[in-house]
Each structure stands twice: as structure tokens, then as C-alpha cells.
């Protein structure tokens, strides 16, 4: 285990050196070229390989429809040269928000979402890119609800880990459960009717649908054994097949690691935490493939909790425990064990935004070797919405242009506002960014966190 260090690479051969004294397996090609070739999906095909991973505005109207910055975050996704941009969380239920200002879809709001993917595809089409194809993330917060002024957390089980941070937490009944069934499913309905190719059952980060998979605590029909720990998300995948057929593609972001012990863990090795078991995981991607599934975006940890697992940064709340390159390493191999899982899948991944300008190279590696079909970016697209065209065009990113992994973002987020890249969308963020730390106390970027 290699300690934490900040980005300084020069070049591709600095970055490879330091993969091989860590020991990690990286793949690492100088030819980008694989990126932009096309690949098919259900009946349609996605331009090239770059993608957007969901990435959560916080700036909905209170009914969760969304503002000038929402469409102004989509028109730049537009533009980008993705060839696939994977919408951000959006609530299924109003008490699922994570919050007040989270994205809805229903039958109300579903006009104006379809209205930010018509800009989004006429963004594309003005500079010249293929239309992208379009995932709707739909998510119910769960342990994360917050709906209001204050957090409204409903549990899938008792975390004594995660339970501090709530004291008063209630766990959801069963019937609750059941009743989100349908949610999902007329909110994928609206998806469909928005216009979207694919949508996708969000079941990573510590959000209810996450957090079941671990629910080994959990008393009655999803608690326990893997099938009951599975059902929801199972069950509202067969139900949203049975009802919308071919008029949607089915597509679930999932997490398939979370560091903590047993028996609070999804994908974690019994004996040692700290280390994955990908066992349950692929088994579940196989099921799942099996029941219709065509797209997986890989991604572990929960941000709330871990963030460093989640997306690699140099500065965050605390001082990560291990290299970022460890935290990249161990989100690609995620990604390469559920693509050996389900061979003939789409597989997504993510943790690339903190190689900055050799994003690409390890992207097209992992293409090449089969660990992954798609390359998903967050931070680094909002840092530079233009990434995957100068890349298709120039075959390099400009470094001037790239993420810094400064955590600004999400501190942005826990502060209440709308988020965004600070750094490099200065005249929009920075403000917010200021505002929201008023009276607040500086980023613990020195501590290494306890639970770790
Ligand atoms: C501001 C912000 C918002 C995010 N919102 C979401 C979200 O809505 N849904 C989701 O699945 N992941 C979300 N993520 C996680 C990203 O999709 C991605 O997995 C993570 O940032 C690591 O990828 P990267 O290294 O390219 O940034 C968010 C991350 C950030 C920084």
C-alpha cells in the first residue's frame, strides 16, 4: 500500500513508473485511437467510448424540474463529443431526494426534463457530433433523503457505522419496499416517454437500492440470503422490462464495493474489508444481464462515508489512507470483474478524472484489454466540458483544461449549494462556492479518517 500523493506527472512514462512501483496492473496505451470507435446498444449505437458519468447538480426547481443551470450543464454535455452522457440521480419519490433541489421525474415534470435532452441533442448536432445516447439515473436517497430543510433518512437495515451519523434513522417495512416498485417503474415510463434510450436503477453509493445488497441484518423477504437481499432491485428490473419491452434500454449503475466489515459489506473480502470479493457482485451483473440488463456503470464506495473509493482525489475531507492510483486501480479492476462476469455487457467505468491528461491512455488500455467498453468520466467533464472532442480531434487533452481533484465540487454539494468545477467554471461557481463556506470550518484535508 503506497501512501497518499498529490498529481504530478509530466508524462505518460512518470505515470508508468509509478504504476509499476506500486505494483499495479494498469492498462496504459499511447494510441487513443479505440476511444473513438463506435459500439451498438439495443437497436442503437453509441458514437465512441467517451462517456459522462452521472454527476448530481443540486440545482432542480422544488419540484425537482430543471433550472438555467441544470439545461446549461446538459447543453455543455451536448457539446462535449461523449458519446454517451448518463443523466444525474433523479428522484422516483419526493421523500427520496437527496435534496430539495434533486431532480424528479413524473408526469409533471418529465416535459421539461425532455426538453433539456432535445437542447442536449441539438447541442451535439450544432458542433458536429453523433447524437448521444441518453441513460436517466433514477434513484430513491434512502439513507440520504433529504427532502428539506433537514435529512429524512430511511434504512434498508441498522449500520453501526453509518447509523452515527443519524442517530434517529427508521428502517423501511417491507410493504414500503414493495409500494417503490411501481415508482420505479412509472418513473421509467416517463423516461421512455422523455425520450431517453436507456435508464438506468441506481444501486450504488449508499443509496437504499445499494444499500439492501448488504442488508445481512435485515429481518423478512429482503434481508439475509442473496436472493432476498437482491429482490427489489431484481424485481423492478423484471417489472420495467415486462411493461415497457423494447421502448427503453435497462441499465444500472452499481456499486459493487463497499469497505466495511461484515456483516455491513457488499463485495468485501469476510475476513479482511479492505480487500474486495467481487463474488456477489458478478453473480448479481450475471443475473441481471440475464434478466435484460445491457448496460453497467461499475463504481464502489460511498461518497458520504469513503469518497476516496469512489472518486480519487488530492484533496477532500480527509487525507486518503492510500495512493489515488490505488483508488483508480481498484475501480478499473471492479469494472474489468464485471466484464468477465457478463461478457457480452456494456460495461461503464469510472475514477478516471484524476489521471487528468492521460485520462485517455489508460481509458483506451482498458478498452483494448477488455476490461471495460466504455470510459466513463465525472469530475473531469465538468471541468472540461469539450474533453472527448478535443480528444477525437486532437487525440490529446489540453492539461490546462483538465480536473484537479480538489474536491471543491462535492464540498460544494455538502454545503447546500449547486454544484459544479470551481476552478475551472469560475464565474458561475466560485461564487457559490464561497457563499456555501461562509462560517464554516476549512477542508480536513490533513486528517486520516478513523473509520478507515
Ligand atoms: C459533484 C458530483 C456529483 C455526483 N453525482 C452523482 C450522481 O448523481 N450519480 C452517481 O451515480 N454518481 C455521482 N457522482 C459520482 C461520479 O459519477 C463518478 O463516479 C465519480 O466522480 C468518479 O469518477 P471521476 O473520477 O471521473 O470523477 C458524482 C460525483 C461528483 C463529484
Redesign the pocket.
Known sequence: MAQHDRFHYKNLDELKEDMTRMGLDIPVSADVAVLSRPIALGERTIPNRLAI????GCDGTPEGRPSGLTRRRYRRFGGSGAGLVWY??TAVVNEGRANPRQLQINEETRGDIAATLEELRGAASAAGHGRPYSVL?LTHSGRYSRPGSTPAPVVAARNPFLDARFPEVRVISDEELEQLEEKFVSAAQAAAEAGFDAVDV?A??GYLLAELLSAHTREGRYGGSFENRTRLLCSIVDKIRDRLGEKITLAV?LGVYEQAPHPYAWGADKDDYHRPDYAEPARLVKLLWEKGVKLFGI?AGNPYFNPHL???YDKGVYLPPVHPLEGVHLLLRAAQAMQAAAPEAVIMG?????LRQFSPNVAAGCVEQGWLKIA?????SIAYPDFAADLLKAGALDPKKTCLACSQ??TI?RDGGC?GCVPRDKEVYLPIYKKGREGKPPLESGRVAEHL
Open positions: 458519468n452521472p454527476m448530481e444525474e440521480a439515473q441506481k450504488c453509493h449503475r463504481s469512489t472518486r480519487p469510472a475514477g478516471l478524472s484524476w466513463g468520466f465525472g469530475r473531469l465540487c462535492t454539494m454544484a
